[in-house]
């Protein structure tokens, strides 16, 4: 099959395929990403998708959430919340998007993160 090719998947498969990239997701998190996640999914924002991308964080936020107030707040908030994870700190990037325009937030910035121009 070449790539770019439509391919007709069942409603049985594409719910399989789903759960399939999920669980993927799920055991290669490591533990203070999940915290991280569960945390925020406990907070039941409405309208905020949250998920693991490789070993960040994706926020999808809906289109009139206003980036700036939130980038504004998010160090103080993240720094509160964190008072409730045990988890050792690792480098964790949050991805912050709301349909029109993106920011990226870092916690724990590594050697490299730091060094870099």
């Given at each position: 099959?070449r790539r770019g090719t439509?391919?007709?998947i069942?409603?049985?498969?594409k719910?399989?395929?789903?759960e399939?990239?999920l669980?993927t997701?799920?055991?290669n998190?490591?533990?203070y990403q999940?915290?991280?996640?569960?945390l925020l999914?406990?907070a039941?924002?409405p309208?905020?998708?949250?998920?693991?991308q490789?070993?960040d964080?994706?926020?999808?936020?809906p289109?009139?959430t206003d980036?700036?107030?939130?980038r504004?707040?998010?160090?103080e908030?993240?720094?509160?919340?964190?008072?409730?994870i045990?988890?050792?700190?690792?480098?964790?990037?949050?991805i912050?998007?709301?349909?029109y325009?993106?920011f990226?937030?870092?916690l724990?910035p590594?050697?490299?993160?730091l060094?870099?121009?």
């Open positions: 099959m439509k391919v007709d069942s409603s049985e498969n719910i399989i395929l789903r399939v990239v669980y997701t799920f055991i998190m490591n533990p999940q915290k991280w996640i569960d999914s406990n039941h924002i309208g905020w998708k949250i998920t693991a490789d070993n964080i994706y926020i999808e936020m289109h009139v980036l700036k107030l939130v504004d707040n998010l160090p908030t993240l720094g509160a919340m964190s008072l409730d045990d988890e050792p700190k690792e480098r964790l990037k949050f912050f998007h709301n349909g325009e993106n990226e937030y870092l724990n590594g050697e490299e993160d060094n870099r121009e």
